[in-house]
């Protein structure tokens, strides 16, 4: 019998079965930001057990309130930032260098294929699309990560979405996991993990695949998962040269994580996005999806572009193309937050943060920001957002606000006409 | 070992999540006593009050399928445990939320919609003890008369999540095995 990919790295990094269908694996990468791991930190030190498994595999991060907006929120980055020190984490990202943990660890290369990654957060399976497992946990999880190295499961079963055509144009990564979502609901994918195939993932981005990765968990996901390649060897490559002769040999190497042919499934979906629409939420669930004609002219006040979902700078070039020689409507305030100072430096150098300001763009450091409603960018009562995040939960974005979830072009287009809007009228001018 | 037993709390809506347990602007806190007054501050449904009385003597919530998704906030779990809430029963719970009931040596417990549906039907005062070595669930409700009538459920916990509950949580366990 075949393994799926999910399987063979369960199989490499299994520890412990302390029963039937629950296993305890070693971990390759823990990852920690300043909202889940300073109670963990706190609670091993109550107990006498500050220590931490290795160093060089924890990787931290203050990224949901940055800069700290009062005193509780300065505590917590304070106990990141000494406990960083004191167990002299070299990874550990602060003011200046901070970015969202799902965009910025990518980018320093700490995700390879075949690794077990774990996060006190649950958008960690973004880091899936790399062919790694990775999963949200909470904070007792985190705290026996950091201590030892090992995460308890039980064994997912895996669900295979099949994702063919070609993707019209103005419809992008972001469309498709919320049509996919849609489709399976907010349910449908509990401790599952969703494993993309098909040529539309196969030509995707790593950004793409980050995107369609990032929002398994809004169908209940464990994990998402892409079978990593020669794109993703070409992402790696800064990081991983002196390991492999060419990308290609790299690529190569990378087939050992593929599912085989023989691979059992708990559920196959084929998703033709030939004739897939714009897409956008409409309630307080990830899966109340329409098609964006359903909706356009509806009432916003706000346009927040960023976040682990679509904060990268295909997702910045993505909207500026709409932006450019365009102004926000008026009575309609707009935010970009650039997801790490790597894609704020880049859109600089392209010319695309004076796009949004001439727009009339707010430009925020990278932030999670508005998007949980922790810091700049909270809604009042009554206001709509048309978010590029993740989450449109009742009061995720202020209490008593609405968010629609959509793509940066959509927002974009959004943004131009004062109410939500279709992308496609506004691309090529 | 905790205890789990004590009046219900019913809420009966599919796909309760992490934000209505507990909103993200209360995730600055640093101890788990300080988000005890948010319970539930943004649930949306019709009725209910989180500072209502049922609220406040919950000692057990019922509800439906997928509770607790959403974030990773095992806050979602610690506001219960600080509202003396030791016990979710559902049809369902997202991976994570359920993984961090066990973790903190809580318990969520996995019943059919049938036997959910029976939990809905007993009423609205009833309390409930969960024993977790015989796998029974005992409902003790008033009858009309002004008596007392008990029903009784059984359930299957698995051996390593009763295991996580025998040790107090996954941190004593992991401390003592790895």
């Given at each position: 019998m075949g393994k799926t990919i999910t399987e063979k790295i369960f199989e490499t990094h299994l520890r412990d079965t302390p029963s039937p269908g629950n296993v305890v694996l070693g971990i390759d990468v823990v990852m920690c930001h300043e909202i889940t791991t300073p109670i963990a930190i706190t609670d091993l030190m109550e107990r006498g057990m500050d220590r931490v498994f290795d160093p060089a595999r924890i990787k931290a991060v203050i990224d949901h309130v940055t800069p700290s907006k009062d005193s509780k929120t300065a505590t917590q980055a304070k106990i990141l930032r000494d406990w960083a020190a004191r167990h002299n984490i070299k990874d550990f990202f602060d003011i200046g260098a901070n970015g969202v943990c799902h965009a910025l660890f990518p980018e320093k290369g700490f995700i390879r294929p075949g690794y077990t990654v774990i996060m006190g957060?649950?958008?960690?399976?973004?880091?899936?699309?790399?062919?790694a497992f990775a999963a949200g946990i909470g904070t007792t999880d985190l705290e026996v990560g950091i201590l030892k190295g090992v995460c308890a499961f039980k064994l997912p079963e895996t669900m295979r979405i099949n994702i063919i055509g070609a993707l019209p144009a103005g419809v992008y990564a972001k469309d498709v996991i919320l049509h996919i979502i849609k489709t399976l609901t907010v349910n449908g994918a509990t401790n599952k993990v969703i494993e993309f195939t098909g040529p539309v993932v196969d030509n995707m981005s790593m950004e793409s695949r980050m995107t369609l990765c990032n929002m398994a968990i809004e169908a209940g996901g464990t994990c998402g998962v892409c079978l990593p390649d020669r794109v993703t060897a070409e992402y790696l490559w800064p990081f991983i040269k002196d390991e492999y002769p060419t990308i290609d040999a790299a690529a190569d190497a990378f087939t050992r994580w593929h599912s085989d042919p023989d691979a059992r499934y708990a559920a196959s979906l084929t998703v033709d996005v030939s004739k897939l629409a714009p897409q956008i939420t409409f309630g307080y669930k990830p899966d109340q999806v329409k098609d964006v004609t359903e909706m356009v002219g509806t009432r916003i006040d706000q346009v927040y572009i960023g976040s682990c979902t679509n904060g990268r700078i295909e997702d910045l070039r993505e909207a500026a193309g709409i932006l450019k020689n365009r102004r926000l409507a008026s009575g309609v305030r707009g935010i970009l937050s650039p997801a790490t100072p790597a894609v704020y430096a880049q859109a600089m150098t392209e010319g695309i943060i004076n796009i949004f300001m001439n727009a009339g763009f707010c430009v925020t450091n990278p932030t999670c920001g508005a998007c949980l409603g922790m810091s700049n960018g909270v809604l009042a009562a009554g206001e709509a957002c048309a978010s590029t995040t993740n989450r449109n939960f009742?009061?995720?974005?202020?209490?008593g606000g609405m968010v629609h979830l959509m793509s940066p072009a959509t927002a974009a287009a959004t943004a131009v006409a004062g109410h939500i809007a279709d992308p496609r009228p506004y691309m090529n001018g | 070992m905790k205890e789990f037993s004590g009046p219900a709390l019913f809420l009966d809506r599919n796909d309760i999540n992490t934000d209505e347990i507990i909103p993200a602007k209360y995730l600055t806190e640093i101890t788990k006593k300080a988000l005890a007054p948010y319970i539930l501050e943004d649930l949306k449904l019709e009725g209910f009050d989180p500072k209502s009385q049922a609220m406040a003597q919950a000692g057990v919530i019922v509800t439906r399928a997928n509770f607790g998704c959403g974030s990773s906030r095992e806050h979602a779990v610690w506001v219960l445990e600080v509202n003396n809430i030791n016990m979710v029963i559902a049809e369902g719970f997202a991976r994570i939320f359920r993984q961090n009931m066990f973790n903190c040596g809580m318990l969520a417990l996995e019943m059919s919609g049938r036997d959910i549906d029976a939990l809905f039907a007993l009423g609205k005062e009833v309390t409930l003890f969960a024993d977790i070595n015989a796998g029974r669930l005992t409902v003790t409700g008033r009858t009309a008369e002004g008596g007392t009538r008990e029903q009784s459920f059984s359930f299957e916990l698995d051996a390593f999540d009763r295991d996580l509950l025998l040790a107090g949580g996954w941190l004593e366990y992991a401390d003592k095995n790895y």
């Open positions: 957060d649950s958008h960690t399976c973004t880091h899936g699309a790399f062919g009742n009061g995720r974005m202020g209490k | -």
